[in-house]
C-alpha cells in the first residue's frame, strides 16, 4: 500500500549479501593464481623442498594413532629419542589432503593460502586508500620478494596468520573494537600450525613499548591484556610450554643459525632478491618520514623486521607484509598531493581518481574460493605432480631400486633426499639425517657435514653409523670417492643421482681394523 516503509533486512541477512557481491579483490586472487602457478615448473617448485614429504608422513601417523609423536618416527641414528612435532596440525592437514588426491592436492591447497595472504595484504591496503594501482604494485613485488619461501610447508600458515594479525591491528589502533580479540583464539589455532606464532609475540612486544613511550595509557592498558592472553592461549598445544622452550632453544642455536640455509643472511643475485633490496631501501628511508609524523610503531616495526630479514633470509616475507602499508601509504600520499595541485582533467588527476574509485572494491567474498578453484582446474592438471620434481630428486634412481631401498638398509643420502625416502618407505625405511635440524642438532648434524664436505675423519664416521647404502647427488664430492673405492660398488646412475652398495665384506675388514694389534693376536692364538 502507498505510504508503507519496507523494513530493512536483517544485519546478518546484509552482511550475507555483502558477502556474495564479487569484489576486485576476488579477481585478484584469481588472477595471481594463474599468474604465479600457470606454468607446471611453477607448481613443481612448491615441492621442491623435501620437508613436505615428512610432514605428510608425519601427518600419517597422527591420523593413524589418534597422537602426536613425542619420540623419533624417521631415524636411526637418533631412533626413540623426544621429538617435538611442532607443526602438527599442519602435518595433519597436509596428510588429509594428500589421502584426497596426493601431492596435487598439498600444492593447490598451498598455493591457495599463499594467494589469499596477498589477497588479504591488497584488501587491508585498500581500506587505507592507497588506490587500486598502488595497492597492487606494492603487493606484487611482495608477493615477487616472498617468492622464495613459496613452498608446500607450514610456514605458510605463517604468512597468512601475520598479515591477518597486523591488519587487526591496524584498524584497531585507527578505531579500538572487538575484532583484535580474534587474535586471542587465532594464537592458539596458530601455535599448533607453525612455530612463527612467536612473531606475534615481538609484534606486541614492540607495541607495547610503544605504547607506553606515548603514555597512551589506555591503549596500553588494552594491548597488555591482548599481550598477556595470546601467549597463554598458545599454551593450548600437546606440549604445552615446553614446546616455547624448544623453539627459543632452536632460534637461539648458534649452531643453526650457522649451518641451516634459510636463517642466512639473504644473497641479492635473484631477481625476487632484487626486489626485496629495493623494498628494503625504500621501506627504509620512508620510515623515516613516518618517524617526523609521530607514526612510531609503523617505523618502528619496519626497521625492526627489516633488520631481522637481513640477518635472516627466512624474515623476509614477514618483511613484506610489515612494510607493505607504510610504502603504500606514502606512495599514496605523494600521488593525492600531486594530483590535488593538477587539474580536473590532467591524466594525474585522472587516474588517482579512478584509482581511488576502483579501490573501494576491497572486500573478499566467497567468490574467492570459487575463482581460487577456477584458477586451479585450468592450470594445475598440466604439472602432473604425481611426485616430487624429478630434476631435483632421486625419483627415478629409487623407482628402480625399490626392492634395495625397500629393504630397511641404512642409507647415506642428502637431508632433502631423506625427506623424499620417508615420503616413499615410511615406516619400512629409516633415514641418517632429514630436514628436522632441530632434532638432530650439532653432533650428528656436524657428522653429516662431515660427510658431505668430506672433512677429515669421513671414513671413520662412515664406518661408525654402519651405512649400507648411498645415495647421492653428483655434486657430493663423496660419490667420486666411494666409486673408486673397493669397498663399495656402483648399482645404478643417472644424470641426478648416483647409487652405491656397500660390500659386505668391508664391515669386516673395518671393524678388524679397529680392533687393537694384542687383542687381534690374542684372539688368533
Not at 601431492?103 to 588506490?131: D, H, M, P, T, Y
Request: charged residues 15%.
Amino acid at each position: 500500500m502507498p505510504g508503507l516503509i519496507t523494513p530493512a533486512p536483517p544485519r546478518a541477512i546484509r552482511r550475507f549479501a555483502v558477502c556474495l557481491k564479487p569484489s576486485l579483490v576476488d579477481l585478484f586472487f584469481m588472477i595471481l593464481m594463474l599468474a604465479a602457478f600457470g606454468r607446471p615448473q611453477a607448481w613443481q617448485s612448491l615441492l621442491s623442498d623435501g620437508d613436505t614429504g615428512w610432514h605428510i608422513r608425519a601427518g600419517d601417523y597422527i591420523l593413524q594413532t589418534g597422537r602426536v609423536p613425542l619420540k623419533d618416527l624417521f631415524s636411526f641414528s637418533r631412533a626413540g629419542q623426544p621429538w617435538f612435532a611442532w607443526e602438527w596440525l599442519s602435518d595433519v592437514a597436509f596428510a588429509l589432503l594428500h589421502r584426497w588426491h596426493g601431492l596435487e592436492a598439498v600444492a593447490a591447497f598451498s598455493a591457495g593460502v599463499l594467494c589469499l595472504a596477498a589477497a588479504i595484504l591488497l584488501s587491508w591496503l585498500l581500506r587505507r586508500g592507497v588506490g587500486l594501482w598502488i595497492g597492487v604494485a606494492v603487493v606484487l613485488a611482495t608477493v615477487s620478494e616472498s617468492s622464495i619461501h613459496a613452498l608446500a610447508r607450514p610456514h605458510i600458515f605463517s604468512l597468512l596468520f601475520v598479515t591477518l594479525g597486523l591488519w587487526i591491528l591496524d584498524a584497531d589502533r585507527r578505531r579500538p573494537g572487538r575484532t583484535v580479540w580474534l587474535m586471542v583464539p587465532l594464537s592458539a589455532v596458530w601455535a599448533n600450525l607453525h612455530a612463527g606464532f612467536v612473531s606475534w609475540f615481538a609484534i606486541l612486544g614492540l607495541l607495547l613499548v610503544v605504547t607506553a613511550a606515548e603514555r597512551n595509557w589506555p591503549a596500553l592498558r588494552r594491548y597488555s591484556v591482548l599481550a598477556v592472553l595470546c601467549p597463554l592461549a598458545t599454551l593450548l598445544n600437546p606440549y604445552g610450554w615446553h614446546l616455547h622452550e624448544h623453539i627459543f632453544r632452536y632460534l637461539g642455536s648458534s649452531w643453526i643459525m650457522e649451518n641451516v640455509q634459510e636463517f642466512q643472511s639473504p644473497n641479492i643475485r635473484s631477481e625476487n632478491m632484487i626486489v626485496f633490496a629495493l623494498l628494503l631501501l625504500v621501506g627504509v628511508a620512508l620510515a623515516s618520514r613516518s618517524f617526523t609524523r609521530k607514526q612510531w610503531f609503523e617505523g618502528l616495526l619496519l626497521v625492526a623486521w627489516a633488520f631481522a630479514a637481513m640477518r635472516s633470509a627466512r624474515h623476509i616475507p614477514i618483511y613484506g607484509v610489515a612494510a607493505a602499508p607504510l610504502i603504500a601509504s606514502e606512495c599514496a600520499l605523494w600521488w593525492s598531493q600531486a594530483a590535488g595541485r593538477r587539474s580536473l582533467r590532467s591524466a594525474v588527476r585522472i587516474f588517482w581518481d579512478l584509482s581511488l574509485d576502483l579501490g573501494k572494491s576491497y572486500r573478499v567474498s566467497l567468490w574467492t574460493p570459487a575463482l581460487g578453484v577456477a584458477a586451479v582446474m585450468l592450470s594445475l592438471p598440466q604439472a602432473q605432480l604425481a611426485d616430487f620434481p624429478a630434476a631435483t630428486f632421486p625419483v627415478a634412481g629409487v623407482t628402480a631400486n625399490l626392492d634395495r631401498l625397500g629393504a630397511m638398509p641404512r642409507v647415506l643420502t642428502s637431508d632433502q633426499w631423506a625427506d623424499y625416502l620417508i615420503y616413499r618407505f615410511y615406516p619400512r625405511q629409516r633415514v641418517f639425517f632429514d630436514g628436522r635440524s632441530d632434532f638432530y642438532g650439532p653432533a650428528i648434524g656436524g657428522d653429516y657435514q662431515q660427510l658431505l664436505s668430506v672433512r677429515p675423519g669421513w671414513r671413520q664416521t662412515l664406518d661408525r653409523y654402519r651405512f649400507e647404502v648411498a645415495l647421492l647427488p653428483h655434486d657430493w664430492p663423496l660419490g667420486d670417492l666411494l666409486a673408486d673405492s673397493p669397498d663399495w660398488r656402483v648399482v645404478y646412475r643417472d644424470s641426478v643421482c648416483i647409487l652405491l652398495v656397500r660390500r659386505p665384506d668391508s664391515f669386516l675388514q673395518s671393524q678388524a681394523k679397529e680392533i687393537p694389534e694384542n687383542c687381534r693376536l690374542y684372539t688368533c692364538g
